[in-house]
């Protein structure tokens, strides 16, 4: 009988390793044309973030997603810093493998959680927008 007792507390421990949110939430920070790791992707997050608030110090990123269209492409960072969770958005340009103009936004307001939204259309097409009408879209 203690056999399957075993199986199962062993079940356990490793169901709550697999869900280290650390863990799960920094496998896709390594882009090649983002960040090249885990430093690179926090040194050029606070550049990007320090046009926005320069009393602001991130402290870890907690997650990246990307996204492509044709000619442009978006890293959506989340993070963790001094004043708290907060997040940005890198967007990249291209002509074929060239960076040619980089950006980053964030949508800014006071009376709610403002995040940047991403809409993709039927043509492939990428817009974003900010999660409340009270919001405003910050383009640096």
Known sequence: MKTPHFFL????????????KDAIRNRNVERADFFTGEKDALAKTQ????????????????SVSYID????????VFYRSNLGPGSVVIEQEYNG???LNSKS?????ESCQCKVLSIIDDSGQIYLDCSCPSCSMIIR
């Open 9 to 20: 507390a062993l079940a356990v421990i490793l169901l709550f390793g697999a869900c280290n």
């Open 105 to 109: 936004i964030r949508c800014e307001g």
């Open 69 to 76: 269209s044709e000619h442009k492409s978006y890293a959506f």
């Open 47 to 62: 550049k990007y973030v320090d046009g926005f608030k320069k009393n602001e110090i991130i402290e870890k990123i907690l």
């Open 97 to 99: 493998n060239e960076v």
